[in-house]
Nanobody, 123 residues
Framework: QVYLAESGGGLVQAGGSPRLACVASGNIFGINTMCWYRQAPGKQRDLVADISRTGTIKYVDSVKGRFTISRDDAKNTIYLQMNSLKPEDTADYYC?????????????????WGQGTQVTVSS
């Protein structure tokens, strides 16, 4: 089993700069792409940013220049530094990762989601 656990959410004033973290744990053989998604109330879950195993990064246009995704493979952790927050950034933020597990000679790749962390931006 593998797990993702997010932290760092909460109530933040507009313009604030919280940092979210997501830690992977369990039977981890390797981690490929890691992502942050968000889901605002009444809306679908959308990709915010992702970072590949080799460090290639992509952002959705609405967060470019304000959010920074990074990863620490030694700690099986990704971060999302959020700056200049706006009320429209209010959402539940989810971590997602492609995680390889090994069972004997067999390696499996799992698509794993965390439980989410809520970020509420007050104006």
């Amino acid at each position: 089993q593998v797990y993702l656990a997010e932290s760092g959410g909460g109530l933040v004033q507009a313009g604030g700069s919280p940092r979210l973290a997501c830690v992977a744990s369990g039977n981890i053989f390797g981690i490929n792409t890691m992502c942050w998604y968000r889901q605002a109330p009444g809306k679908q879950r959308d990709l915010v940013a992702d970072i590949s195993r080799t460090g290639t990064i992509k952002y959705v246009d609405s967060v470019k220049g304000r959010f920074t995704i990074s990863r620490d493979d030694a700690k099986n952790t990704i971060y999302l530094q959020m700056n200049s927050l706006k009320p429209e950034d209010t959402a539940d933020y989810y971590c997602n990762a492609e995680i390889k597990t090994r069972n004997g000679d067999q390696v499996h790749e799992l698509d794993v989601w965390g439980q989410g962390t809520q970020v509420t931006v007050s104006s």
